[in-house]
């Protein structure tokens, strides 16, 4: 890549002005999409010595600095506990173990990537994004924004969840984009469905999550109602990768999977 | 710029360009057994272990090694002919040139799993494409190696 720089900052006062100085400066988090996308910049700048490549836990929070590995994510025995390890489960079919060794978190969320994996898993976690300036911004109002290329990502935070969840990714080979993916949680807060890779970027299912919340038993007729309503709100459409009726076939099959499996774990 | 490193266990600078990869820097001072497949990060035979751990040469920058240390095949040369061996009993070796990055992924497997299942192994391994000779005999020399005490 074409660079006439690559920085190190010592502070983070210090990477966001090297950031804001010029456009075609960039952050490099991982550096995995990077090598894809970006064909030259002015200055690279590098977060490694700012210390944002920790997991911290405490009692009921979950903080992952936004230069943790997607292999650290998947491998941490608090996230593979948290909501029945969604986000270890979602990182875990990312590519080989060699790419989630370098890809990070901050890159996978700042990268907006609609095939994104993490996307449905962090929205029913109703994780919140930690900027440098933005301070705290929910990650499904950060998804509806528009991109945030002059701040700093420095952590992404959810609650320790109790509950029961469910992911699934659909892709062809292990080592392709997902076709589809989806994620759903149950806890004290109640039920929450994301789907993404649509191809659009992954969204909550709030009609449908409200519908279940309100349903005081889950049958065959509800679950065909709350398929009905992520298929409205959810919208689908053909790419490369598959058909708009074959997403909505694959929602309807894997919501309702999903929520069994859910319900299973409950009881 | 100068990045010192250590590969192999020796200590090494580099010079390199700001945005220079790893695999072009690694190639450039003759460590050819970090071969180029893909260049996007997707065929896995450019890996080589970063503090020991599996990484893509291809998609990390030199600048970003300062420090750390890079282990080739030729740095695990025994565990590699070891697993070479259990390779030719069951004929899973037909070109050879995803066995440097193989074999250093399947070596940092060994280290990291204690009694992987075959399928904990095939997920550990996907990423390492191979073109030529296939997975099933690849699978069966490699759950050997893994038994192996000696």
Same mark, same amino acid.
């Given at each position: 890549m074409f660079v006439s720089e690559y920085v190190k900052p010592t502070t983070l006062e210090e990477a966001y002005q090297q950031l804001i100085k010029d456009k075609t400066n960039h952050i490099i988090a991982g550096g995995a999409w990077m090598k894809l996308t970006l064909k030259s910049a002015s200055h690279l700048i590098s977060l490694e010595d700012l210390d944002l490549n920790r997991i911290l836990t405490t009692n009921d929070m979950i903080e992952i600095g936004s230069m943790v590995t997607l292999r650290e994510i998947e491998t941490n025995e608090h996230i593979k506990n948290c909501c029945s390890g969604i986000l270890s489960l979602a990182c875990h079919n990312i590519m080989g173990i060699n790419v989630r060794n370098i890809a990070t978190i901050g890159g996978s969320v700042m990268g907006r990537l609609a095939?994104?994996?993490?996307?449905? +898993?962090? @929205? !029913?976690?109703? +994780?919140? @994004? !930690?900027?440098?300036?933005?301070?705290e911004v929910s990650f499904a109002d950060f998804l509806k924004s528009p991109k945030m290329d002059t701040d700093i990502l420095l952590c992404v935070r959810f609650a320790k969840n109790q509950g029961k969840g469910y992911f699934r990714k659909v892709a062809t080979t292990a080592l392709d984009f997902a076709i589809l993916n989806l994620a759903i949680a149950h806890s004290e807060q109640g039920w929450r469905i994301s789907v993404g890779a649509t191809p659009y970027v992954a969204s909550l299912a709030t009609s449908a999550m409200s519908y279940l919340?309100?349903?005081?038993?889950?049958?065959?007729?509800?679950?065909?109602?709350?398929?009905?309503?992520v298929l409205e709100e959810i919208p689908c459409t053909d790419n490369i990768r598959a058909s708009k009726e074959y997403r909505e076939q694959l929602i309807k099959a894997y919501i309702k999977r999903g929520i069994k499996k859910v319900i299973e774990h409950v009881d | 710029m100068l990045i010192k490193t250590i590969v192999n266990n020796e200590p090494k600078t580099f010079v390199c360009e700001p945005g220079e990869y790893l695999l072009d820097t690694l190639r450039k001072n003759n460590y050819l057994s970090v071969r180029r497949g893909c260049d996007n990060t997707s065929c896995g035979v450019c890996t080589v272990l970063l503090n020991g751990k599996p990484v893509p040469s291809c998609s990390v920058f030199t600048a970003s090694v300062e420090g750390k240390e890079i282990t080739t095949v030729e740095g695990i040369q025994a565990e590699a002919e070891k697993l070479g061996h259990f390779f030719g009993s069951e004929g899973a070796d037909q070109c050879g040139f995803c066995n440097p990055s193989l074999a250093l992924t399947v070596y940092a497997m060994k280290r990291e799993l204690k009694h992987p299942t075959e399928q904990e192994v095939r997920e550990y391994l996907v990423g390492n494409l191979c073109r030529c000779t296939g997975y099933i005999q690849q699978e069966r020399a490699i759950m050997d190696y893994l038994e192996d005490e000696s």
């Open positions: 095939f994104s994996d993490l996307y449905p +898993a962090l @929205l !029913v976690l109703d +994780a919140t @994004l !930690v900027f440098y300036k933005a301070g919340n309100e349903s005081k038993r889950i049958d065959e007729v509800v679950m065909e109602q709350t398929v009905q309503l | -």
